[in-house]
């Protein structure tokens, strides 16, 4: 798996609440060492803004809504999500925005590795250069 898509978790609807999950192995096929959620986003904030050299992940709008706008080095997307059953998977080296965080919108985000600061690529144009030499 190593395209963004956006994948539909299971949801078992119930009167009394619904219940989604993921299972590594079927809803997501890397292995996840870290789950890190944001909340309490003020309005207009711009959370992201880089790029992982290594790490993947599937990010999800457990609450409210948000938008991820990937850039692949090629072409930018924008992906809303605002429902608790959709996961977006972004691969690593692939630049992440996110943004447009609705009031008491919550993120979670399951990250393939641990936190390492030296995964972060911060500026866009290295990121366009280690990108075009990995291609
Ligand atoms: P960062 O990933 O830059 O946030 P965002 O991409 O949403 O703007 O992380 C913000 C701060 O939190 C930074 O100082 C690193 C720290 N942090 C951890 O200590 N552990 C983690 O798992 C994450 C994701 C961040």
């Given at each position: 798996?190593?395209?963004?898509?956006?994948?539909?978790?299971?949801?078992?609807?119930?009167?009394?609440?619904?219940?989604?999950?993921?299972?590594?192995?079927?809803?997501?096929?890397?292995?996840?060492?870290?789950?890190?959620?944001?909340y309490?986003v003020?309005?207009?904030?711009?959370?992201?803004?880089?790029?992982?050299?290594?790490?993947?992940?599937?990010?999800?709008?457990?609450?409210?809504?948000?938008?991820?706008?990937?850039?692949?080095?090629?072409?930018?997307?924008?992906?809303?999500?605002?429902?608790?059953?959709?996961?977006?998977?972004?691969?690593?080296?692939?630049?992440?925005?996110?943004?447009?965080?609705?009031?008491?919108?919550?993120?979670?985000v399951?990250?393939?590795?641990?936190?390492?600061?030296?995964?972060?690529?911060?500026?866009?144009?290295?990121?366009?250069?280690?990108?075009?030499?990995?291609?």
């Amino acid at each position: 798996m190593n395209e963004v898509k956006l994948i539909q978790l299971p949801k078992i609807f119930d009167e009394r609440g619904n219940l989604s999950f993921i299972e590594k192995g079927k809803d997501i096929d890397f292995d996840f060492k870290r789950v890190y959620w944001i909340y309490d986003v003020p309005g207009g904030e711009i959370r992201g803004g880089h790029a992982f050299k290594e790490q993947e992940e599937i990010i999800v709008a457990l609450s409210g809504s948000f938008d991820v706008v990937l850039h692949d080095g090629i072409t930018e997307t924008r992906f809303p999500l605002n429902r608790s059953f959709m996961g977006l998977y972004v691969p690593k080296m692939v630049w992440r925005t996110m943004l447009n965080f609705s009031t008491n919108a919550v993120a979670m985000v399951l990250a393939s590795t641990f936190y390492d600061a030296n995964d972060y690529i911060h500026d866009f144009d290295t990121y366009l250069k280690l990108k075009n030499s990995y291609a």
